[in-house]
């Protein structure tokens, strides 16, 4: 059974920074890119950040670009989203997705910036 499983949202006031973790099982985890989505509330889901396979290469969504990194550790099966100077335009509910052939969605994470 595969899961994705995404941590470390929460609230945060703006400027702040938060992780986010992608944690994955039940694939080989290392033959798939992984992205992150968010998705506002009203408004459609969009692409934040997307990594490929092997780590080697990345894409940001102009709106983040600069402050957020996307990164992973295959050994771990897990991937990362470092947010940095955090802006209130930045709540949503972030998800993560594991893909190649077929993709595999995590439930998403609630990110508040507010002070």
């Known amino acids: 059974q595969v899961q994705v499983v995404e941590s470390g949202g929460g609230l945060v006031q703006p400027g702040g920074s938060l992780r986010l973790s992608c944690a994955a099982s039940g694939i080989t985890f290392s033959r798939y890119a992984m992205s992150w989505y968010r998705q506002a509330p009203g408004k459609e889901r969009e692409l934040v950040a997307g990594i490929s396979s092997a780590g080697d290469r990345t894409n940001y969504a102009y709106s983040v670009k600069g402050r957020f990194t996307i990164s992973r550790d295959n050994a771990k099966n897990t991937g990362y989203l470092q947010m940095n100077s955090l802006q209130r335009e930045d709540t949503a509910v972030y998800y993560c997705?594991?893909?190649?052939?077929?993709?595999?969605w995590g439930q998403g994470v609630q990110v508040t910036v507010s002070s």
């Open positions: 997705k594991a893909w190649r052939f077929d993709e595999y």
